[in-house]
């Protein structure tokens, strides 16, 4: 990004208009040189190396943490399964990350999450299938999506469709950069600040440096949530208003 200190000095119309431009652009998030413009090209979308959201087959993670007075523990599973989406009529295979959530020691919900790396190093977030369970059995679907709905015979008949796949996380992030992670109201919204980078980060597995510091906030929610990521790590320590989570173990 140019400094300011280094733009010429143009008259005071010519800065209103500029003022305006990069205003609209802080808005959208696409002032920052972090955040992608324009639709993403998938050449090798499998291959999910991107810093702060890896993804590959094998890899394990576990959280402990708490809600409410329960505590909890989360476990994903980066799965060798794939699926494919598609995007303006192109193919897209996307990893699986499966999220598996027990609360008090009972089975709480588990979620299917599907992720692409576009050309640039930006991780895509193609949506989730939720299974919510309540005394072992699933109770509902709730804030299931997937880019162009429901397409299997096993995906739920109340997933939302959404019409492109939304940015999970750029390739070279930066502070003050402005996301959605998720975008399709009224089942899903999110929109992702990055607050601070270059972060030290403690958990019960260890402590990791370069840390981001992301604030996550939705219109469905008045409460935000504040995760860290970590390099190489993806997230590994979240907290919002009366729940927490924090790495424990990983392998990856």
């Known amino acids: 990004m140019i400094p300011?200190?280094?733009l010429p000095i143009p008259s005071a119309r010519a800065r209103m208009g500029v003022g305006l431009w990069i205003a609209a652009q802080f808005l959208t998030g696409s002032a920052h040189a972090g955040v992608p413009v324009g639709p993403p090209t998938f050449s090798d979308p499998l291959t999910i190396t991107n810093v702060y959201q890896p993804v590959a087959p094998g890899q394990i993670k576990v959280f402990k943490g708490h809600k409410g007075s329960a505590r909890s523990v989360i476990v994903d599973l980066y799965l060798d399964a794939t699926r494919t989406f598609q995007v303006n009529n192109v193919d897209v295979p996307c990893r699986i990350v499966q999220e598996t959530e027990f609360e008090g020691g009972h089975l709480a919900e588990i979620s299917r999450n599907f992720f692409a790396q576009a050309d640039d190093g930006s991780v895509y977030y193609f949506g989730e299938i939720v299974d919510t369970y309540d005394n072992g059995q699933i109770v509902d679907h709730e804030g299931s999506w997937l880019v162009g709905g429901a397409t299997d015979p096993n995906d739920?008949?109340?997933?939302?469709?959404?019409?492109?796949?939304?940015?999970?996380?750029?390739?070279?992030p930066e502070t003050g950069d402005v996301f959605k992670q998720e975008d399709l109201?009224?089942?899903?919204?999110?929109?992702?600040?990055?607050r601070r980078v270059g972060q030290t980060?403690?958990?019960p597995a260890g402590r990791?440096?370069?840390?981001?510091?992301?604030l996550e906030t939705s219109v469905?929610?008045?409460?935000?949530?504040t995760k860290w990521y970590a390099p190489g790590l993806g997230a590994v320590r979240g907290h919002t208003r009366g729940e927490d989570f924090a790495l424990v173990v990983s392998a990856f």
Do not use: Q
């Open 208 to 214: 990791m440096m370069n840390c981001l510091r992301v």
């Open 156 to 172: 739920p008949v109340t997933t939302a469709g959404a019409p492109a796949p939304s940015l999970f996380m750029p390739a070279t």
């Open 185 to 194: 109201l009224p089942v899903v919204d999110e929109t992702d600040t990055i």
């Open 220 to 225: 469905l929610d008045p409460a935000s949530e």
């Open 201 to 203: 980060v403690t958990t």
């Open 4 to 6: 300011f200190s280094r």
